[in-house]
């Protein structure tokens, strides 16, 4: 409940900072002065209703929308087997957690990978691949569980929820203030839209929006370094080590879809430019994070 407060609060403070800064700048006078017609106040209002609701029901619908995309079973204390003991794994790290028991799942699938989602630290779901089962050992599996365990307790699905609402705020209001400038400044529309209006505002967007998923980027790569930390917490540094080595021998990542792709502990690889957009650091250096840092006792 505090996270879904401070996502809401988030949502306001967006709003007021750009207005204080429009009237600091003079950027209204300076826009009223040059024909531009614009309500920002009203835009304001519409860019965070748009980029923040979209956000809120992406993050709301999450699990749902998890459990059909990747075909997960549920399973309980009544499992037998693997699945048992995976449930009692993630039970007891929640426990150390201090957060709620998560729903937990298989999905088929060869690679080795897990991820864990949800709206509420108290209701989430972790999630593992039968090729996590099946290619590593319990003391792998057990790290892995730590890591998405660790992911919940430290709200990341929220946060990024938050962060992504506030870049798509920004990204929807600053476009469409470019592309009234150019359209009444440069092209003289007086009245209603002109063809430079909509194609600025498309070019604006999309420059931005790549712009806006680097931060995001950055963000869940920054966030990953902290869920090893807590895998390690949970269940031994050595053992975390010994997990990402165990990721690094499989075979070429295959990124989960949508959103989850950032939930999960594996991520696709990528150099230069492309780096820029990975949601995982490599392998190589999270391991090097690891061995370098003790881990602490509290997540």
Same mark, same amino acid.
Do not use: C
């Given at each position: 409940?505090?996270?879904?407060?401070?996502?809401?609060?988030?949502?306001?403070? @967006?709003?007021?900072?750009? #207005? @204080?800064? !429009?009237?600091?700048?003079?950027?209204?006078?300076? *826009?009223?002065?040059?024909?531009?017609?614009?309500?920002?106040?009203?835009?304001?209002?519409? #860019?965070?209703?748009?980029?923040?609701?979209? #956000?809120?029901?992406?993050?709301?619908?999450?699990?749902?929308?998890?459990?059909?995309?990747?075909?997960?079973? *549920?399973?309980?204390?009544?499992?037998?087997?693997?699945?048992? +003991?995976?449930?009692?794994?993630?039970?007891?790290?929640?426990?150390?957690?201090?957060?709620?028991?998560?729903?937990?799942?298989?999905?088929?699938? %060869?690679?080795?990978?897990?991820?864990?989602?949800?709206?509420?630290? %108290?209701?989430?779901?972790?999630?593992?691949?039968?090729?996590?089962?099946?290619?590593? $050992?319990?003391?792998? @599996?057990?790290?892995?569980?730590g890591h998405e365990v660790a992911?919940?307790?430290?709200?990341?699905?929220?946060?990024?929820?938050?962060?992504?609402?506030?870049?798509?705020? !920004?990204?929807?209001?600053?476009?469409?203030?470019?592309?009234?400038?150019?359209?009444? @400044?440069?092209?003289?529309?007086?009245?209603?839209?002109?063809?430079?209006?909509?194609?600025?505002?498309?070019?604006?967007?999309?420059?931005?929006?790549?712009?806006?998923?680097?931060?995001?980027? +950055?963000?869940?790569?920054?966030r990953e370094f902290r869920a090893?930390?807590?895998?390690?917490r949970l269940a031994g540094r050595? #053992?975390?080590?010994?997990?990402?080595?165990?990721?690094?021998?499989?075979?070429?990542?295959?990124?989960?879809?949508?959103?989850?792709?950032?939930?999960?502990?594996? &991520? &696709?690889?990528? $150099?230069?430019?492309?780096?820029?957009?990975?949601?995982?650091?490599? *392998?190589?250096?999270?391991?090097?994070?690891?061995?370098?840092?003790?881990?602490?006792?509290?997540?």
């Open positions: 409940m505090t996270r879904i407060l401070l996502f809401l609060l988030t949502n306001a403070a @967006v709003l007021v900072l750009v #207005s @204080v800064v !429009f009237r600091i700048f003079g950027i209204e006078s300076l *826009l009223a002065e040059n024909g531009v017609d614009l309500n920002l106040q009203a835009l304001l209002v519409l #860019s965070a209703a748009i980029g923040f609701g979209g #956000s809120l029901i992406s993050l709301a619908l999450s699990k749902m929308m998890a459990k059909r995309a990747m075909g997960v079973q *549920l399973v309980d204390q009544n499992s037998g087997g693997d699945a048992r +003991w995976l449930f009692e794994t993630v039970r007891r790290q929640a426990e150390q957690a201090g957060i709620g028991m998560p729903e937990v799942g298989i999905f088929r699938s %060869d690679q080795p990978n897990a991820f864990a989602t949800g709206m509420r630290r %108290d209701s989430a779901l972790v999630a593992v691949s039968t090729g996590l089962l099946h290619h590593m $050992q319990r003391e792998e @599996v057990e790290a892995v569980l992911h919940v307790a430290n709200g990341d699905m929220v946060t990024m929820g938050l962060l992504q609402g506030v870049v798509n705020t !920004f990204v929807i209001f600053l476009s469409r203030v470019v592309g009234h400038v150019v359209d009444r @400044v440069v092209f003289k529309t007086e009245r209603g839209y002109g063809p430079a209006y909509f194609l600025t505002t498309i070019i604006a967007q999309v420059f931005l929006s790549l712009l806006a998923t680097m931060v995001v980027m +950055w963000f869940s790569r920054y090893d930390e807590g895998g390690a050595n #053992s975390m080590i010994r997990a990402l080595r165990a990721l690094q021998r499989a075979h070429e990542p295959r990124d989960m879809p949508g959103q989850l792709a950032a939930f999960g502990i594996l &991520g &696709g690889r990528g $150099q230069g430019l492309k780096a820029l957009f990975m949601s995982h650091p490599p *392998l190589e250096q999270r391991i090097a994070a690891l061995e370098s840092d003790p881990v602490g006792s509290e997540i």
